[in-house]
């Protein structure tokens, strides 16, 4: 069955460091979400790209965050200066379409702690 | 905005026992609703999807209520075991269109432990 993947499953860096996810879709999948889930809440949505377009990043704090997906397939999150608060869990999810009767399928996420 | 509240925030039962968790939302005009579970430091896993058009979804021992009207969904768990323990989450999404037709919005999550 075709999944979702994240790469680091676990990182821990210090304040002011940078640091990168990366996120591998489903085969064939053109939405690609980006979601951030800080310990207790619900996750919330950082990015949402359609191919190789971002499409909504409205939540995305511009000042430290970037994503991109330069060939429309996997895409890669940054974090530059990293801040205690953005330790969270950073999860990635991809649909067929970004038509809202297409499911989103989650990967297993990133656990980010920052020290 | 939407917003998306679940209750409890904790919940702990004995094994075999049936449950109730509760989701309520402010935004009616929603095209559907989802449950998921997210085990501890994990991704999430989808459960149940409810389009607006129902009033319920059933799998196995699962079964997911929606009254969009009343701005309200319940997960009902019949005989809960302890392989249920994990948190349950529901999520919206907006019945509109432009950008903001993907997004989901999360409630907090209740954290379910079912002792043996």
């Known amino acids: 069955e075709a999944e979702v993947a994240q790469s680091p499953r676990y990182k821990i860096t210090e304040k002011s460091q940078a640091v990168a996810f990366w996120c591998d879709p489903i085969?064939?999948?053109?939405?690609l979400y980006w979601y951030r889930q800080i310990l207790g809440q619900g996750p919330e949505l950082l990015v949402q790209f359609q191919d190789e377009s971002v499409v909504d990043d409205s939540q995305l704090p511009k000042d430290r965050f970037s994503a991109e997906r330069l060939k429309g397939v996997d895409s890669t999150l940054k974090i530059q200066p990293a801040e205690l608060g953005d330790s969270a869990m950073y999860l990635c999810?991809?649909?067929?379409?970004?038509?809202?009767?297409?499911?989103?399928?989650f990967g297993p996420g990133t656990r980010l702690t920052v020290t | 905005k939407q917003e998306v509240t679940q209750i409890p925030a904790a919940l702990s039962v004995p094994e075999g026992e049936n449950l109730v968790l509760n989701c309520s939302f402010t935004d009616s005009a929603i095209y559907n609703l989802q449950w998921f579970r997210q085990d501890p430091g994990k991704g999430l896993t989808s459960l149940l999807l409810?389009?607006?058009?129902?009033r319920e979804q059933t799998s196995g021992r699962l079964n997911a209520s929606l009254d969009k009207s009343s701005g309200r969904s319940t997960l009902y768990i019949a005989a809960s075991q302890p392989g249920d323990s994990a948190t349950y989450l529901c999520?919206?999404?907006?019945?509109?269109?432009?950008?903001?037709?993907?997004?989901?919005?999360f409630g907090q999550g209740t954290i379910l432990t079912v002792h043996p």
């Open positions: 999810a991809s649909s067929y379409s970004p038509l809202l009767s297409y499911e989103q399928y």
């Open positions: 085969s064939g999948h053109a939405t």
């Open positions: 409810i389009q607006s058009s129902q």
């Open positions: 999520a919206v999404r907006p019945d509109a269109g432009g950008t903001s037709y993907g997004k989901l919005t």
